[in-house]
């Protein structure tokens, strides 16, 4: 796990991000662990949703920590057939981190940030492992992944 979380600190590092790296003793897979671990609110959490396209290119879809992705919206947003959630092994290769402790950012993607993400101040991201947030200001999430505001909840 060390590696993964040097590896989003080096990018954090590099481009002068604003972000705090919370390495946990528990896990924090899902939004519901991952608030209680921190005595924090669920809803400033976010969902990185893995889909691939028919080229089995990465498309992150981001969305509030209760909400869910709907992959015929984000085929619509994107003008492709409706992409396919991703496995774990090609969430690692694609993204250089496991399933689960995801960034929304860091890696080769095209990002879809829902609108409802936009309205928080700050938000709670997957931290490049299992065990790991990262809390950064949503205007340097959407600074750091180049990301698209579009609604892609169901």
Do not use: W
Request: glycine share 8%.
């Amino acid at each position: 796990m060390e590696h993964y979380h040097r590896a989003i600190n080096s990018f954090i590092i590099e481009n002068h991000l604003d972000a705090n790296h919370i390495v946990l003793m528990e896990s924090c897979h899902s939004v519901q662990d991952a608030a209680k671990a921190i005595n924090g609110s669920e809803n400033d959490f976010v969902k990185n949703i893995c889909l691939l396209d028919t080229n089995e290119q990465l498309i992150l879809a981001i969305v509030k920590g209760e909400d869910r992705v709907s992959t015929t919206r984000v085929g619509k947003a994107l003008n492709i057939e409706r992409p396919r959630l991703a496995t774990e092994d090609e969430i690692l290769a694609l993204t250089g981190f496991p399933a689960g402790g995801v960034p929304s950012f860091g890696f080769k993607a095209t990002f879809l940030v829902d609108p409802n993400v936009t309205q928080l101040p700050y938000i709670y991201t997957g931290g490049g492992s299992p065990c790991s947030l990262i809390r950064i200001e949503t205007i340097s999430m959407l600074q750091a992944n180049s990301g698209q505001v579009v609604r892609i909840r169901k």
